[in-house]
């Protein structure tokens, strides 16, 4: 790939289809690079999963419509969850969610989202209660791409099941075979 020295803006179409480990790891930095100097990087690329290693700023575009123009961060942040364990999970439970998160409990486990979720641990700290585990989630750049796509698609996969892959494979065997005796 020949990148000018002095260029600007800089174009990137599916820029890691086809490398080893360690290409992707050089035209990760490369892209880096380039933006450290001040030029823009635009990637066009369907590994949203290496995206999402790769960008700080996305746009979606779907159907020739801007969907998102954000900060990976700020798109990710929104599905970030947490679950917490606690030996006093219905008292932190109520500190929680008079905090203003939302809480669901179910046991000792506590699953808990909001824009103040990184404030649990003080939360609790603050009435003395003891936390045995907090651990936070968010969705893949996948589930958050199909969420900003819903509806503005032309296909939508769908897993099929096992047994109705195994009919049809039966079907076509059955169906060449008797092409076969025929002929």
């Known amino acids: 790939m020949r990148l000018p020295s002095l260029c600007p803006l800089n174009l990137i179409d599916e820029p890691v289809n086809g490398l080893d480990p360690e290409g992707v790891t050089w035209i990760r930095r490369l892209m880096r690079d380039l933006a450290a100097q001040g030029r823009t990087v635009f990637v066009s690329s369907h590994l949203l999963s290496e995206m999402a290693d790769t960008a700080d700023h996305l746009v979606v575009i779907a159907q020739g419509r801007l969907v998102a123009d954000s900060p990976l961060h700020d798109l990710l942040d929104v599905t ?47 009435q ?46 059955s169906n060449s075979s008797e092409k076969e005796s025929s002929s």
């Open 80 to 126: 970030r969850t947490a679950i917490v364990r606690s030996p006093e999970s219905s008292r932190l439970a109520e500190v929680l969610d008079r905090s203003g998160l939302s809480v669901t409990l179910s046991g000792a486990q506590i699953q808990v989202s909001g824009e103040r979720i990184d404030e649990i641990g003080s939360l609790a700290h603050g």
């Open 128 to 173: 003395n209660l003891q936390i045995d585990e907090l651990s936070f989630t968010a969705a893949s750049l996948e589930d958050v791409y199909a969420q900003l796509t819903e509806g503005a698609t032309d296909h939508r996969s769908s897993v099929v099941p096992v047994d109705t892959i195994a009919s049809l494979g039966a079907q076509i065997v």
